[in-house]
């Protein structure tokens, strides 16, 4: 069965490899961020982006752990790259809509499904290990790939198969 993957996995896909990145080793804040021209400071405030005049820059929490910072980082690239505008000015349901592309970018950026399909017998652990996350964090992506199978074999069966 042919697994078919989202836009955004396919954007991400095509994100990192414009980026030269193609394994886990090379997904980090400095590397995507110098990659992409995407100025990032840290500060003693939580994780944001700023856009003054037509610039974006990312601020990471000085002092959050280094995972935090990476799920950050990979939220906070979203903005930039996928919204315009301030969010200070929107109405509350665009911005809970950009906050979740945000947070599913993230998950899609910081653990890529075309790094996770190469992987073979892992437990949670490995993936937290090898993709520098939290445990929540590993737990909720790898939740969202095991199901996006799940769906995709119903939609097979159901739609294909007993047609």
């Known amino acids: 069965m042919f697994i078919t993957t989202s836009r955004t996995e396919d954007y991400i896909k095509k994100l990192l490899i414009r980026c030269n990145i193609t394994d886990p080793k090379e997904l980090n804040i400095m590397t995507i961020a110098e990659r992409l021209n995407m100025p990032v400071y840290y500060w003693e405030y939580s994780s944001e982006t700023v856009s003054k005049d037509g610039k974006d820059i990312i601020f990471i929490d000085a002092f959050a752990s280094k995972q ?80 996006k199978f799940y769906i995709q074999e119903v939609y097979h069966e159901r739609y294909i198969v007993g047609s």
């Open 68 to 147: 935090k910072q990476w799920e950050d980082f990979t939220h906070e690239l979203c903005h930039p790259l996928w919204h315009v505008g301030r969010q200070e000015f929107l109405p509350f349901p665009f911005l809970e809509l950009q906050e979740w592309q945000a947070n599913n970018f993230s998950y899609h950026l910081a653990i890529p499904t075309f790094m996770l399909d190469k992987l073979y017998n892992y437990t949670i652990y490995d993936v937290m290990q090898i993709f520098n996350v939290d445990y929540d964090f590993a737990y909720n992506r790898l939740e969202m790939y095991k199901n």
